[in-house]
C-alpha cells in the first residue's frame, strides 16, 4: 500500500511540473517574460515561478489567469493539468452540434462523415509523424518523394 501511495504522489508531482513546462513553453512561444505574464495574469513573479518549476499545482482559477494573460484557451491549460480530458474532435464537433439549424439526424451524418475521414486519415498522420519528412496533408517538400510504392 505505501508503494501505491508513492506512486500516487509521484503522478501529482509530475502534473505539477508538466503544467509548469508547458506554460513555460507557451510564455517562450508569445516571447513574454515571466514578469509580464504574472502582470498579465495577476499574480506574483515567486508564484507563477514555483508554479513553471512545479513547485506548486496551480488552481483551475489561477489557470484561467494564466491562460488569459498567455492568450490561449483556458481548456488548453486544463488538459495540460489533468482536470479535463482531451475532447475527441474538438472545435468542428461542438461547432456541428452547436449549430441551430441542423436537425439531430443532420449533425449525426455530417459527425459521422468527419469521423470516418478522421480515421482514414489517422494512419497518415502516423506515417508522416515518424517519417521526418515535413508532410502536410498529403504534401511533401520540393525533391521529398514517396518510396513506399516501389
Do not use: C, H
Not at 508554479?51 to 498567455?70: D, F, T, V, W, Y
Request: proline fraction near 3%; avoid cysteine; hydrophobic fraction near 40%.
Amino acid at each position: 500500500m505505501d508503494n501505491s501511495v508513492n506512486q500516487a504522489v509521484e503522478a501529482v508531482a509530475d502534473l505539477g511540473r508538466d503544467i509548469g513546462d508547458y506554460i513555460r513553453q507557451q510564455r517562450a512561444v508569445a516571447r513574454m517574460s515571466l514578469r509580464q505574464l504574472a502582470t498579465r495574469a495577476g499574480v506574483s513573479n515567486p508564484y507563477l515561478s514555483q508554479i513553471e518549476r512545479g513547485l506548486r499545482k496551480p488552481s483551475a482559477e489561477i489557470l484561467q489567469q494564466i491562460a488569459k494573460g498567455l492568450r490561449i484557451s483556458a481548456e488548453a491549460l486544463y488538459v495540460q493539468a489533468g482536470i479535463l480530458q482531451e475532447r475527441v474532435g474538438g472545435a468542428v464537433v461542438d461547432a456541428v452540434r452547436a449549430d441551430p439549424d441542423l436537425t439531430e439526424r443532420q449533425k449525426q451524418v455530417l459527425l459521422d462523415v468527419y469521423e470516418s475521414f478522421r480515421r482514414e486519415n489517422a494512419p497518415l498522420r502516423s506515417v508522416e509523424d515518424t517519417s521526418g519528412d515535413e508532410a502536410v496533408d498529403g504534401w511533401r517538400p520540393a525533391g521529398v518523394t514517396d518510396n513506399t510504392e516501389e
